[in-house]
């Protein structure tokens, strides 16, 4: 027999889930298996959140994010980018569910930390200037600790160059060091870091050390 809420109507399914239900039902997404969304993880697999159709901004800059993913591509390293915007809710879980390292600017995706897997690492950029305000536990604390509640890693970057009207975010040779960060602290140790091959010249930026950074 149909499922029905508590007034007696029918559950319909919910909006871009397969299967999931709407609240009341014992089969809807507090019961999605999402062991069953991931194979078991044995090297590190990163995920970019691209923001491409982000309706407040806050994207890569023209040509960081291919720039982070020739290197790491480079490197051996398995790495995806997706816009949470443009993807069901099931493919979101499926991809944070895969990642080992995640990185991404502070946002409303940011969510969807809570499909995290406990030994994954965030990379979580949070930039200053548009939040006008340096403490990102203050404006984005449910994010960070969402994804401490998941077992997660948190490397918070304190970015201090992109104002609220560009989309500029950690020049290659930044997002390299705090993905060599984010790969040391990934997975418990289980395994080696990947050994990253060298960051083009091209793409020099200022030092990593003028970034501040919190590890959580």
Known sequence: PAEVDATGEPLEPALGVEGAKTPGSRSGLTELDLERLAEPRT??????ISRQHAANGRRWGP????????WLESSGVSVEAVDF?????KDIAAAVRRATVII???GAGMINMMFARPDTVLIYIYPERVFAHNDPLNSSGIYITLARMRGCQVVVVHEYTAGSDTDNYLPLPIAAS?????????LGGRFPPPTLAPVPSVWDGPSADEYKYTIM
């Open 63 to 70: 040509g960081v994010q291919e720039a982070m993913m020739t």
């Open 104 to 106: 991404g600017v502070s």
């Open 43 to 48: 090297e590190h697999h990163v995920l970019i």
């Open 85 to 89: 915007a443009a993807v069901s809710v």
């Open 178 to 186: 705090f993905f060599k960060i984010g790969f040391t602290l990934g």
